[in-house]
C-alpha cells in the first residue's frame, strides 16, 4: 500500500508529454488517503541529493493541467549518471524525508538507477518502493512496444518532412536533414510517415542501426535525382562507417563528449553542413540545402500526439496504482511498460527493474529496408496509430497540362 | 472587368499560406461568368516562358481546399528574377495563349517583375492586367502592415522559443538559434513572442536592423548566465558587423552564393556553429548549444496562425475583386496590400506597384530595444493579434519549496 511521503522525478532528456506523467503520478497520488505528501524533486537525482524539494500536495490540479499540456521537464532534468556512491547519498536523503516511495520518469539510465537504489535499501532493510515510468523520445527501451514522448517527436518529424518535402517540390534540389537518435533510429524513420504521394520525400533513410558509406551515399542521391529532379533525405545524427565511427567525427576537429564518454552530436549543425558539402562536391548537383532539426524534436509547443498524451498520462497514473495495490503477481517495485494487444490498443504491465535498467533496443530487421535506404511497410503500420487522431496531411493540385501553343 | 483567361503564379520563398491566396485567386475567379479559363503557372514566371500552365478551371473545390491547408506553393515557385529581356518573354507566352490577367504572389521582386511587364504591355497596347498579391515570411514589403505568411512563421518561431525555453530550464545552459531574415528582423523579433514569465527567455536577440559586435556578444552573455544560470538568444541569420559583412562570412572559407549575389545563408547551421564555438571559448561556459531552424520556419505541417490563414485568402479573393471591379479610383491594375484599422481588424487596398516594387521594409526603430538588445512592447502588442486564435501558452509549477532536513 502507499503511504507517508511519496517523491516524483524527472531524469535525461525532455519530451513534449514528461509532464502528462508526472502530473499522472500527483493527481492519481493525492486520490489516496493513506499518502501525506507528495513531493517533487527538482533537476532529477541531483534536486534529491540536495533535497531540493517541492511540496506538489500544494498545487491546483487546474495549474497541474497546464503544466501537462506543457512540453519539457516542469520539475527540471538533470544528465547526472548515479553510481553505487551517488545512489547511496541519493538513500540518505530519501531515508532523512521518510520518503516511502520514488517515481523516476526517464529512460534506462533512470531505471538503472532505480534498480541501484533499491538494492541498497534492501540491504538495510528499508522499505523504499521503486517504480520507473518510461520516457524517451528515442524509443529505445526494452520490453515496450513503445516509450511516451516518442510519438509526439516523431509527430513532429514526420510534419517537418512533409512540409519540407512540400518546400523542395516548390524549389527543387537536394535536401539533407538530421533528425535525433545516437544508437536507435527509431525518430529518424519516422520520417517516413510524412509521405503521402509515391514520389513524396524523404527518398533516403539513413539509421544507425547499419553502417554508412560516403561514396554509397553519393551514388544514392545522384540516383534520386536522376529519377525525381530532387532528393529528401533523413539522416540519423548517430550514422557511423563500419567500424563504428560516427560520421560526424570524419570532420570535427574538436568533438565534445558528455559525462557518459560519448561524443555531442546534438545543439551542432556539423554533420548536415558535412553531408552537404560531401554531396556538392562529389555529385554535381548545385542546391543542396541541410538543416539539423534539433531541439525543436523534443520541445516544440504546438506538437503533440493526443495518444502520446493519453498514455504518458496513464503509465504516470498506473505507477501509483501498481504501487499501491500491485500487479497480478503482487509486485509493487518495477518499470510500468506499454504492451500493443490490438491495432490500436495498449495495456500497461509491471516489469523487472532489470530487464530495462542499462539496455537499448534498436529498429527491429523487420522494419528496415536496407537495400533502398528506407523503412519497411511494417514499420509504417506500427507508427502511424501513434501520431494522434488529427495528423495533417499535404495536399496537391491535380489540373491537366495546358497545351503549348509557342513551341 | 476581368475577362477571358487568366493566370495566378507564386514566386520566391513558400511560406505556409501562400496556398491559401492561390486558391482565393481561383475560388473568386471561377464565379466570374466573363472570365474562361483560371490557368495556373508552375514554378512562377519560369513556367510562363516555358509555357507550363495548369488547367486549374478543371480543379475540385474540395481538392482546391486541401491545396490551401497545405504549406509550400503548389503550383512551384522559382529563384528567377527577370530582367526586362526575361520580361518579353514571359509577355510574348500571355500574348500567345490570349491571357489579360497576370496574378503573381509573391515578394518585392515579384511586384517589380509585374512593374516591367506592364511596362511593355503598355508599350505595344496591349491590354494586360497585372495584380500583385503580397507573400513573404520576411515581413518586408513596404505598405503593408504586415504580409501573409509572416504570421504563421512568427508563430512556429514564437513556438519553438516557448518550448526550448522550457527544455533550457530543465537542462540549463546557452541556447542560440538562428532565425531566416536577411535584412529584416520581424522573424527574429518574433522570438519575443514566446515568452510569459519575466525570465523567460529569449534572453537576448539579434536584429539585422544593427550592427553585430562579437566582443559585446560575449559580455551581453555572460551577463545574462550570472543573472539567471542560462541564456537563450535569438539571432537573425543576417547579422552583419559595422561595416556591413556578415558574421557568417567569417568563418566561411567557402561561401555559395544565390542569383542575386547574395551569400547563401540558409540550409547550413555554419552561424548557429559559429557563435556556440565563440561562446564556449570567450565566455566559459561548458553548455552552449545551437540550433539552426532552417526551412521548418517557412514549411512544417501543421503551425499555422488562422488569422494568417484568412487574410491570405482574401488576398487573393480581392485581387480578383479590385481586378474586376476595381478599386474606389477605378484603378485594377496594382497590388493588393494590408492596412490595419483597429485592434485587431484590417482592411485591403489596391496600392501602386510602383510603391512595392523592389523596395525592402526593415524593423521601425519603435520595435528594437537595442539597449537591452530586445524587441519593445509595442512590438509585442503590433504582433500578438496575428498569430492566432488558439496559440498554446507554457505552464510552470507553482508549489512552495520543502524545508531541508539534513544539512
Known sequence: MLQGKVLVAQGGGPTAVINQSMVGVVIEARKLPSVTKVYGAEHGVSGIVNEEFLDLTQETDANLEAVAATPCSALGSTRDKPDEAYCANIFKSLQAHEIGTFFYIGGNDSSDTLRILREQATAVNYPLQCVHIPKTIDNDLMINDHTPGFPSAARFVASAFAGVNQDNRALPGVYVAVVMGRHAGFLTAAS???????????????????????????????????KYGRCIIAVSEGIHDSSGEPIVTKLASKVEHDAHGNVQLSGTGALADLLTDHVKSTAGIKRVRGDTFGYLQRSFLGCVSDVDQREAREVGEKAVQFAHWGN?????????????????????????????????????????????????????????????????????LASPSVPKVNK
Chains 1, 2 share one sequence.
Do not use: C, Q, W
Open 328 to 396: 497480478a503477481e503482487g509486485h509493487t517495485t518495477g518499470s510500468v511498460t506499454i504492451h500493443r494487444i490490438g491495432n490500436y490498443a495498449t495495456e500497461y504491465r509491471l516489469s523487472e527493474l532489470a530487464d530495462i535498467a542499462g539496455k537499448t533496443k534498436v529498429m527491429a530487421d523487420e522494419f528496415i529496408d536496407n537495400v533502398n535506404h528506407d523503412v519497411t511497410p511494417a514499420f509504417v503500420d506500427y507508427l502511424r496509430p501513434l501520431l494522434g487522431s488529427d495528423m495533417p496531411t499535404a495536399g496537391r
Open 192 to 226: 517516413a510517415l510524412g509521405r503521402r504521394y509515391p514520389d513524396d520525400g524523404p527518398h533516403l533513410i539513413y539509421l544507425p542501426e547499419k553502417a554508412f558509406d560516403m561514396d554509397a551515399f553519393t551514388g544514392d542521391v545522384k540516383r534520386v535525382y536522376d
